[in-house]
C-alpha cells in the first residue's frame, strides 16, 4: 500500500528560489484556470491543457517560461479532480482560489523515469538537484510515486512523499475499547486513559493572544510590525504540528495496544451547528475531532484491527454507565446520577457507555459471521 512521508529538506539560495517561482506558477495556472473555468463555464481539462500549452508558447509570459511545463500540467490534474469531487457531491463547496501568502503554499511531482529519488541523506528532484533532508526512516530503497513541494510562510521548506510499502503486522492485543472525542480532552478511553490535555493548547493559544495584541498597537507594515506578525505565523504553525503529531501518536498507541476501537459515529458539522456559544464552536473546530476519526481509519485498515461506529443518536454522554437512566449533566465536568448516586467524570461516563453500545454491536456482528459460515474476526 502507499504510505505517506513528511521530510524537512534544505534547499540552497538557488534551490530556493527555482522552489518560489514554481510555487507562484502553480498558483498562477490555478487560479487562471479556475476563473476561466468559472466564466466560460468549460470544465473540459483537455481544453485547459491545450489553452495552457498556447501560453507556454508565449515569450512574454516569464512567470511560466521559468516552470516545468509538467509540473503546471498537474495543476490542472488537481483543479480536475476538485470539480470533479465538487459535481459527485463530494464536497459541497466550488473549488476556491489559492491565496498569495498562505500559511503554507506547495506543488505537487509526479515521479517519472526516477525524476524523485532518495540516495542516503539527500533526496534528488530532477528541477532542483539534490538537496539535505531531516528525517530517521530510510525510504531508498522504496518506490515512489510523487512528492510535494511545501513552503510554509517563515520559510521552512518540506516534501511529502508518497510511497510503497509493505507493513508488518502488529501482534494481537486481545484487548478492546470505547473511546470519547471532546474538547477538553480529545480523547479519553473506556480504562481511564487520556490523551492530549487540552491545558497544553491553551498555553500556545494564550501566546497567540498576547502577540496579536502587540501587534495591534504597532505601526502597519513597519519593521518591528513584520517581527511580530512572523512570530504569530511560527506559533500558528507550531499549534498545527503540535496537534498533528500528538494526535498522531495517540491513534498509534490505541491501535497497537487494542484490537476493536469502539467510537460515535460524530458528524462534527451538526456539532458546531448546535452550539450557540462562538468559543465552543471555535474550541470543537480547533480540537480536530475528524482527524482523530481519519487517522484511526486507515491506521486500523493498515493494522488490519477494527472500527466501529456507534450511531449517531446514541445517547452517551446523558446516560449513566451503571444503572441506564438519562440525565443531562449539562456543562458539568462530572456526571452525577440522581438514580444510582454515580459520580463520575462525564468524558469517562461516555467512554463507557460507547465500550458496552459497541460491543453489543460486536457481539452481533460476530454471530452473524458465524451464523454464515465465514470464520468471526476476533
Not at 481544453?47 to 517560461?65: F, H, P, Q, V
Not at 491545558?199 to 513597519?222: F, G, P, V
Not at 503540535?242 to 476501537?261: F, G, H, P, R, S
Not at 458546531?272 to 473546530?285: A, E, F, L, N
Amino acid at each position: 500500500m502507499y504510505l505517506g512521508l513528511k521530510i524537512r529538506i534544505y534547499p540552497n539560495s538557488v534551490q530556493k528560489k527555482i522552489i518560489d517561482e514554481h510555487i507562484e506558477g502553480a498558483r498562477y495556472v490555478y487560479n487562471y484556470f479556475l476563473k476561466y473555468a468559472k466564466d466560460n463555464k468549460i470544465y473540459d481539462d483537455t481544453i485547459w491543457k491545450k489553452k495552457l500549452y498556447a501560453m507556454m508558447k508565449n515569450d512574454n509570459n516569464d512567470l511560466l517560461n521559468n516552470c516545468d511545463y509538467f509540473l503546471l500540467l498537474t495543476q490542472l490534474d488537481v483543479l480536475k479532480t476538485s470539480y470533479d469531487r465538487f459535481f459527485r457531491g463530494t464536497i459541497k463547496n466550488e473549488p476556491y482560489f489559492k491565496k498569495k501568502g498562505a500559511l503554507v503554499s506547495a506543488f505537487k511531482i509526479h515521479n517519472k523515469n526516477d525524476s524523485i529519488k532518495i540516495e542516503d541523506n539527500k533526496i534528488y528532484i530532477k528541477m532542483l538537484g539534490y538537496m539535505k533532508f531531516r528525517n530517521k526512516k530510510d525510504i531508498s530503497k522504496n518506490k515512489i510515486y510523487s512528492a510535494i513541494v511545501k513552503k510554509t510562510l517563515d520559510d521552512i521548506y518540506e516534501v511529502s512523499i508518497l510511497y510503497e510499502n509493505t507493513i508488518s503486522p502488529i501482534e494481537k492485543a486481545y484487548q478492546k475499547v470505547g473511546i470519547d472525542l471532546g474538547v477538553r480532552k480529545f480523547i479519553t478511553t473506556s480504562d481511564s486513559n487520556y490523551y492530549l490535555p487540552i491545558d497544553d493548547l491553551y498555553k500556545i493559544e494564550a501566546r497567540i493572544r498576547n502577540l496579536q495584541k502587540e501587534l495591534s498597537k504597532k505601526t502597519k507594515e513597519s519593521n518591528n510590525w513584520y517581527k511580530t506578525k512572523k512570530r504569530i505565523t511560527k506559533l500558528y504553525l507550531y499549534k498545527r504540528n503540535y496537534i498533528k503529531d500528538t494526535l498522531d501518536k495517540a491513534t498509534t498507541e490505541l491501535v497497537k495496544n487494542y484490537d476493536v476501537v469502539f467510537m460515535e459515529d460524530l458528524s462534527i458539522k451538526e456539532l458546531v451547528q448546535q452550539q450557540k456559544s462562538k468559543v465552543i464552536r471555535r474550541k470543537i473546530i480547533e480540537s480536530s475531532l475528524y482527524m482523530i476519526r481519519e487517522m484511526l481509519t486507515y491506521k486500523c485498515k493498515m493494522y488490519n484491527k477494527r472500527l466501529i461506529f456507534v450511531e449517531r443518536l446514541f445517547p452517551s454522554s446523558k446516560m449513566c454507565s451503571v444503572c441506564g437512566s438519562i440525565h443531562d449533566p449539562r456543562s458539568s465536568e462530572t456526571f452525577i446520577c440522581p438514580v444510582c448516586g454515580l459520580s463520575i467524570d462525564r468524558d469517562l461516563n461516555a467512554a463507557i457507555n460507547i465500550y458496552k453500545r459497541g460491543m453489543a454491536k460486536y457481539l452481533n456482528m460476530y454471530s452473524t459471521e458465524a451464523s454464515f459460515g465465514r470464520k468471526p474476526t476476533k
